[in-house]
C-alpha cells in the first residue's frame, strides 16, 4: 500500500510562514487533505482538495501540490497553530480502497 | 450540522472483542464513506476501514483479519468490531465521515481529492489484564 511521509517536527517564529510538506506516490493522483489536531482533541479538517478551506478555518491555512508532494502552508503563524498536522489521502494504487495518514508533523510556534 | 456519537467499551482483556458504534445525527447517511481511525498513546493516527450506507467495506490490510465494520441505516448507526485486542490495540478510537470527490482533468485524466470532515470525540480504549 502507499505511504505519505511528513519530517516529524517543524518550528516557526510566532507571526512568520512555515509550511508542512508530505509526500508519497499516491499524491500524483489524489490532493491531500490536512488535519490539525491538538492535544485530547480529535483532530479538525484544515484544508481538502486543491486549497479549500472548511468553515471557520482561518484563511492564514493554505494548500499546495507538485508531483508527488503536498503542503500545508501558514502564513502569519499564531500561538493557537501550535499543534500536530496530519496529510491523509487514498492509496492510488490497486482500485483506490485503503485510506492513508501520514505520519505526523509537529508544530511548534516559537 | 452534522454530529457523530460514539460509545463502547473503555476496557478490555487480551483475546477479547473491542466494540464500538457510532451514531450520525443529523445529517444523510448515503453518499459517504464512514470510517474508524485510531491512535495509540503518543503516535499518529491509523487508519482502521470504512463502510458505505450500502454496507460495502474497505480494511487496512495489517487489520483485516480481526476488523469487522457493519451498518444499520435504520438507526443510521456503524460499528466496529476488533477481535483477540492485545495491548497493541490500546488507544483512541475515532469514527468519522469521509468524501471522495472525482475533478475530470485533461486528456482524460482524473484528479481526486478524499477528505473526512466531520469526527466523533474518540473513546478511550485501553486493553489489560
Known amino acids: 500500500s502507499s505511504e505519505l511521509t511528513q519530517d516529524p517536527a517543524v518550528s516557526v517564529a510566532l507571526g512568520q510562514t512555515v509550511r508542512i510538506t508530505c509526500q508519497g506516490d499516491s499524491l500524483r493522483s489524489y490532493y491531500a487533505s490536512w488535519y490539525q489536531q491538538k492535544p485530547g482533541q480529535a483532530p479538525v479538517l484544515v484544508i481538502y482538495?486543491?486549497?479549500n478551506r472548511p468553515s471557520g478555518i482561518p484563511d492564514r491555512f493554505s494548500g499546495s501540490s507538485s508531483g508527488n508532494t503536498a503542503s500545508l502552508t501558514i502564513t502569519g503563524a499564531q500561538a493557537e497553530d501550535e499543534a500536530d498536522y496530519y496529510c491523509n489521502s487514498r492509496d492510488s494504487s490497486g482500485n483506490h480502497r485503503d485510506v492513508v495518514f501520514g505520519g505526523g508533523t509537529k508544530l511548534t510556534v516559537l | 450540522q452534522v454530529q457523530l456519537q460514539q460509545w463502547g467499551a473503555g476496557l478490555l482483556k487480551p483475546s477479547e472483542t473491542l466494540s464500538l458504534t457510532c451514531a450520525v445525527y443529523?445529517?444523510?447517511?448515503?453518499?459517504?464513506?464512514w470510517s474508524w481511525i485510531r491512535q495509540p498513546p503518543g503516535k499518529g493516527l491509523e487508519w482502521i476501514g470504512e463502510?458505505?450506507?450500502?454496507?460495502?467495506?474497505n480494511y487496512n490490510p495489517s487489520l483485516k483479519s480481526r476488523v469487522t465494520i457493519s451498518v444499520d441505516t435504520s438507526k443510521n448507526q456503524f460499528s466496529l468490531k476488533l477481535s483477540s485486542v492485545t495491548a497493541a490495540d490500546t488507544a483512541v478510537y475515532y469514527c468519522?465521515?469521509?468524501?471522495?470527490?472525482?475533478?475530470?482533468?485533461?486528456?482524460?485524466?482524473?484528479?481526486?481529492?478524499?477528505?473526512?470532515?466531520?469526527w466523533g470525540k474518540g473513546t478511550t480504549v485501553t486493553v489489560s489484564s
Open positions: 443529523g445529517g444523510s447517511f448515503s453518499g459517504y464513506y
Open positions: 463502510i458505505n450506507h450500502s454496507g460495502s467495506t
Open positions: 468519522a465521515r469521509g468524501h471522495v470527490v472525482v475533478v475530470p482533468a485533461a486528456h482524460g485524466f482524473y484528479y481526486y481529492y478524499y477528505y473526512m470532515d466531520v
Open positions: 482538495g486543491k486549497n
